[in-house]
């Protein structure tokens, strides 16, 4: 519950910036398409075994901020090698693929997103559970924020 409150924080932090613009139901969906593209192109890339590209719809910063299993990782580079650590090879990236819950606009330049991820690979399939801030930098939706949590597959 600690990481959740931290990350709430984190994000209100980063977005407190921008102005509150009234959002039209035209633009929400615009950025949803935009948004749910991009994560469209990361399961095609790590499927792909490239999480290099994967890595691209983050937010390129040392202010990255990773929470999964093992706790906090903080920064972009920090991530990539956790990433390239815990899945070495094809036979670890699997074939990967999103089902999107909810996303809900923050403001006009963020978006929380809730998903699920489905894994299937030659070492054991995993599903679980993700919260993902996407904000808009330089006119591109990137990645500020990532929690995921896998569910018991016993």
């Known amino acids: ?4 409150i931290l990350v709430f924080l984190i994000v209100l932090s980063s977005c407190n910036s921008t102005k509150n613009v ?6 929400i969906q615009k950025d949803t398409e935009t948004i749910k593209a991009v994560l469209n192109q990361q399961a095609k ?7 290099e590209a994967f890595m691209q719809g983050y937010e390129k910063t040392p202010n990255l901020l990773f929470v999964g299993k093992s706790g906090i990782t903080k920064g972009w580079q920090q991530t ?11 036979d670890h990236t699997g074939t990967l693929t999103f089902d999107i819950l909810e996303v809900q606009p923050i403001n006009a330049e963020a978006y929380l997103l ?6 299937v690979r030659k070492v054991g399939k995993a599903d679980g559970i993700f919260t993902l801030v996407f904000k808009k930098i330089d006119g ?4 500020i ?4 949590s ?3 597959n016993e």
């Open 145 to 148: 924020s990532d929690h995921t």
């Open 45 to 51: 890339d790590w499927s792909n075994a490239s999480i």
């Open 80 to 90: 990539l090698d956790r990433y390239k650590k815990a899945y070495p090879s094809k």
């Open 140 to 143: 591109h939706w990137k990645v």
């Open 114 to 119: 809730v998903g699920e991820f489905h894994l």
């Open 150 to 152: 896998a569910y018991d």
């Open 22 to 27: 009234a959002l039209t139901a035209a633009q």
């Open 1 to 4: 519950m600690k990481y959740l």
